[in-house]
Structure formats: C-alpha cells, structure tokens
C-alpha cells in the first residue's frame, strides 16, 4: 500500500503547492491509498479552525465537476464515492467561508483521506 500526505496551510493568500491549491481561508490534508475498487472513495472530516478544531456536522461537501455531493455526519465526518477522473471538491457550512481544493486527479483504485478546515466567516454589518 502506498502512502501519500500533502499539508497546506496559509491565511489569507492563495498558495499553490505540487499541484494543489487551496482557495479562501483554510486548510487541507489529503492521504492517498492504493486499492482495487473500479472508484475512487474519498472519506474525511470537516473542522472549525476557530474553535479548537472542533467537527461540522452538517457541513457539505461537493464535487464540482458532477451533480455527487454528501453532508458530514454528527461528528464531522464524511464519505463519498466519485469516478475516476479530474475533480475539484469544496466543503461549505452557513457562516463559514467556502474551502476548495484545485482540480485533483482521482486514479482507478485510489482511497483518499481529505479533511478540511473552515473558516469563520466574520460579516460585518452596519446599521
């Protein structure tokens, strides 16, 4: 089984690093695994920066490539099968700023481990 782990993390600048990106504010890990399913399933957890990285249940994570989307579970964990091919996957949760990976390519046989973290959003209002 090969093992591979990218860790990118930054403020409030975009960064590219061997070939992924991250928009917006926050960060992801990403793990690949090698296996012989004919999809690639990408499972991880999202969390709150702000908040000593505590989970978000209930947050959604999409592919915006295709219609496949999941939410987390009660403890901010999610799964999701996607087909072989190039994907970018966002997480987003209602007060949060949007986290998005660059596009990836999913290989044949791929397990990928993918967490994110989100940022609280901030707005400000005036009245």
Not at 107 to 121: E, T
Request: net charge positive; hydrophobic share 30%.
């Amino acid at each position: 089984m090969q093992k591979q782990i990218i860790t990118l993390i930054f403020s409030t600048i975009t960064i590219s690093l061997l070939g992924f990106l991250v928009q917006q504010n926050g960060s992801y890990t990403q793990t690949i695994l090698k296996t012989k399913s004919d999809k690639v399933v990408v499972v991880g957890t999202v969390y709150d920066t702000d908040k000593n990285n505590r989970t978000l249940p209930g947050s959604t994570i999409k592919s915006t490539d295709t219609t496949f989307l999941t939410s987390t579970d009660k403890n901010g964990k999610y799964h999701i099968e996607l087909s072989p091919g190039k994907h970018i996957l966002r997480a987003t949760y209602i007060g949060y700023q949007l986290n998005s990976t660059k596009t990836i390519d999913l290989v044949q046989g791929d397990s990928i481990i993918l967490d994110f973290v989100l940022k609280d959003a901030k707005q400000h209002t005036t009245n």
